[in-house]
């Protein structure tokens, strides 16, 4: 420091005054809090404030049990899946089976995302944001097996590439008109999440999380290709979670439905059911939109996957497998006083509800 930063250093501590009043004597916390204001009221449907409570221990598990699913898709081995291993035709087959699977489990990231925000909103407990937010995480999973199947099998697919045989054009045919449908789904269900009371977006995932785990199941038995036999184990595994944090859930606040709501589930499980129906057995005219070619078109495609060992089962399997998996949440429903609806696709007998395409919540 040279001699006129010295001087300068001097004059300014010179012109420090010790401040009146003792500055070591503790503050009047009483009068600062007598003062104090609290904040105007937090907004409805705000993230804040936040609280980390939990009512159900068993979500905190289930949680534990998904934060390594033990699993990914890209350590599936997908170098045994040799296209060449296949006709063109069953090449188009298969990946029009992911693809139409694509429609269900592609909806999945972003139907789970946007409830994960709602329960944020709506300060549910902790475990349950976070269980949705693993169960964003599988779905993702679940959304990159189908790209990746239909990618190996049909690049640029399911609908940039220019299929070459006339079953291949059905093929792509039946995937637009599938996806023309899967955006109607995505329009109501935004609607929808808003709308509906906890119960019932949980009643719904359920019937979701059921129809998801049955038929992956199915498919795991029966397959005989090597890389969907083990994608099909570790989904069903996924999806097997799923139904438990929805049964947790179900288990706490099913006891306490008003009538407005059980009405409500009915209706839900029929439109659950419809919906579904597309890929679990056949998709009922209720709600999908699709051209008198579509369910020829389906079966040709679904006999020619099948000869290639995808392990698609015949309609009368699928039949009864769609049945009992329904008949399941029957079970778990009607003890806390909700009536089923007549799903006669099935052969189940019960109350006859209206169809509403803007109650459509549940995927998989
Ligand atoms: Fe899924
Ligand atoms: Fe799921």
């Given at each position: 420091m040279d001699g006129t930063a010295t001087q300068s250093a001097q004059h300014s501590a010179d012109l420090l005054r010790i401040p009146p009043g003792n500055p070591t004597e503790e503050p009047d916390a009483e009068a600062i809090l007598f003062d104090g204001a609290a904040p105007p009221p937090f907004p409805d449907l705000n993230i804040f404030p936040l609280s980390w409570r939990t009512?159900?221990?068993k979500l905190n598990e289930l949680y534990e049990s998904s934060r390594d699913p033990g699993w990914n898709p890209s350590r599936l081995p997908w170098h045994t899946l040799n296209v060449e291993d296949y006709t063109l035709d069953q090449r188009y087959a298969l990946a029009y089976w992911w693809g139409l699977l694509s429609t269900f489990d592609g909806s999945g990231p972003v139907v789970f995302a946007r409830?994960?925000?709602?329960?944020?909103?709506?300060?549910?407990?902790?475990?349950?944001?976070?269980?949705?937010?693993?169960?964003?995480?599988?779905?993702?999973?679940?959304?990159e097996v189908c790209g990746r199947a239909i990618q190996t099998l049909t690049?640029?697919?399911p609908l940039g590439y220019v299929p070459e045989t006339m079953l291949g054009k059905l093929a792509q045919n039946n995937v637009q008109w599938l996806y023309h449908n899967g955006a109607r789904y995505w329009d109501s269900f935004k609607n929808a999440v808003h709308k509906y009371p906890l119960p019932i977006l949980f009643t719904s995932f359920l019937m979701g999380e059921v129809a998801s785990a049955t038929l992956f199941n199915g498919m795991y038995k029966s397959t005989t290709i090597p890389v969907f036999k083990e994608a099909f184990r570790c989904i069903g595994q996924d999806e097997a979670r799923h139904m438990g944090i929805c049964i947790a859930v179900l288990e706490r606040i099913l006891p306490a439905l008003t009538d407005e709501q059980r009405t409500m589930i009915t209706k839900q499980i029929r439109a659950g059911f419809v919906f579904l129906s597309a890929v679990l057995y056949e998709p009922p005219r209720d709600f999908w939109e699709l051209p008198p070619t579509f369910n020829d078109a389906n079966?040709?495609?679904?006999?020619?996957?099948?000869?290639?060992?995808?392990?698609?089962?015949?309609?009368?399997?699928?039949?009864?497998?769609?049945?009992?998996?329904?008949?399941?949440?029957?079970g778990l429903l009607e003890p806390h006083g909700i009536v089923f609806p007549a799903l006669p696709e099935v052969g189940i007998d019960g109350e006859t509800v209206a169809f509403d395409p803007e109650d459509i919540i549940p995927v998989f």
């Open positions: 009512e159900t221990p409830t994960m925000i709602h329960t944020f909103e709506t300060h549910e407990e902790d475990p349950v944001r976070k269980c949705f937010f693993s169960i964003t995480r599988d779905e993702m999973h679940h959304e690049p640029g697919g079966r040709r495609l679904e006999e020619v996957a099948r000869s290639a060992g995808l392990g698609i089962l015949t309609l009368e399997q699928r039949r009864e497998n769609w049945r009992n998996a329904v008949l399941k949440m029957k």
